[in-house]
C-alpha cells in the first residue's frame, strides 16, 4: 500500500523560496502514475499545484505556474515542490498526492503547514 | 479555468438523514468529476470519482451521479463519521478544480 509523507521547512520568509519534499514508500515513482500537490490555505478550500509524472513531464496550474517547480528525485523514492518569490498568500497546508487518472487522487499525505512571514 | 459551484455551502442533519449536495461546472466536463471528504486536521479522502464510481472500501450509503455540467453526491443515511467537508473536484482538463466545499454538521 502506497504511502506518502511531506516533509520540509514550516516557516518561511516572504520573498523566499518554499521547498518540500513527499516521500513514498510502497510504491516506486518509476513504476507510473502522477505525483503532485494540491494545498489548502487556512478555513478555505482546495487548489491544485501541479504534477509530475516520473518520466519529468510537468503540468501546473497557470496561476502559479511562473513561481512553481516540481521534481522528481532519482532514487525514484521522493518527489518535492519549490514555489519561489513567496508572500503570505502562499500560507496553506500542502499535500502531496497520487493522481492516477481516472480514479483521479487515490493517496494523500497528511499534509504540512507552512507559514509564510518575517 | 473550469469554476466548480456547490450548493449548499453547508447544511445541518441528523444522524440517519438523507443528504444531498449539488456540484455545477462551468463548462461540460463530461462524467470527470471525483467528490472527497475531508474531516478537521485530515487529508481529503477520495469517495467518488467519474461522477458515480466508488473506489474500494468506500461504503455504499455514498453514491454520486450526473453528467456535463450538473453532478450529485448523495448519503443515504448519514452516519455519526460523516460530518465533514465535501469537496467535488473536475479533472476533465488542466487546471484540476474543485469546488468551494459543503460542510455537513450537526443539527
Known amino acids: 500500500q502506497v504511502q506518502l509523507q511531506e516533509s520540509g521547512p514550516g516557516l518561511v520568509k516572504p520573498s523566499e523560496t518554499l521547498s518540500l519534499t513527499c516521500s513514498v514508500s510502497?510504491?516506486?515513482?518509476?513504476?507510473?502514475?502522477?505525483w503532485g500537490w494540491v494545498r489548502q490555505p487556512p478555513g478555505k478550500g482546495l487548489e491544485w499545484i501541479g504534477h509530475i509524472y516520473y518520466t519529468g513531464t510537468t503540468n501546473y496550474n497557470p496561476s502559479l505556474e511562473s513561481r512553481v517547480t516540481i521534481s522528481v528525485a532519482t532514487s525514484k523514492t521522493q518527489f518535492s515542490l519549490r514555489l519561489t518569490s513567496v508572500t503570505a498568500a502562499d500560507t496553506a497546508v500542502y499535500y502531496c498526492?497520487?493522481?492516477?487518472?481516472?480514479?483521479?487522487?487515490?493517496?494523500w499525505g497528511q499534509g504540512t503547514t507552512v507559514t509564510v512571514s518575517s | 479555468d473550469i469554476q466548480m459551484t456547490q450548493s449548499p455551502s453547508s447544511l445541518s442533519a441528523s444522524v440517519g438523514d438523507r443528504v444531498t449536495i449539488t456540484c455545477r461546472a462551468s463548462?461540460?466536463?463530461?462524467?470527470?468529476l471525483a467528490w472527497f471528504q475531508q474531516r478537521p486536521g485530515e487529508a481529503p479522502r477520495s469517495l467518488i470519482y467519474t461522477a458515480s464510481s466508488l473506489p474500494s472500501g468506500v461504503p455504499s450509503r455514498f453514491s454520486g451521479s450526473g453528467s456535463g455540467t450538473n453532478f450529485t453526491l448523495t448519503i443515504s443515511s448519514l452516519q455519526p463519521e460523516d460530518f465533514a467537508t465535501y469537496y467535488c473536484?473536475?479533472?476533465?482538463?488542466?487546471?484540476?478544480?474543485f469546488g468551494p466545499g459543503t460542510i455537513v454538521d450537526i443539527k
Open positions: 510502497g510504491f516506486s515513482l518509476s513504476r507510473g502514475y502522477y
Open positions: 498526492a497520487r493522481w492516477v487518472g481516472v480514479q483521479t487522487f487515490d493517496s
Open positions: 473536484q473536475q479533472y476533465n482538463s488542466y487546471p484540476f478544480t
Open positions: 463548462q461540460g466536463i463530461i462524467n470527470y
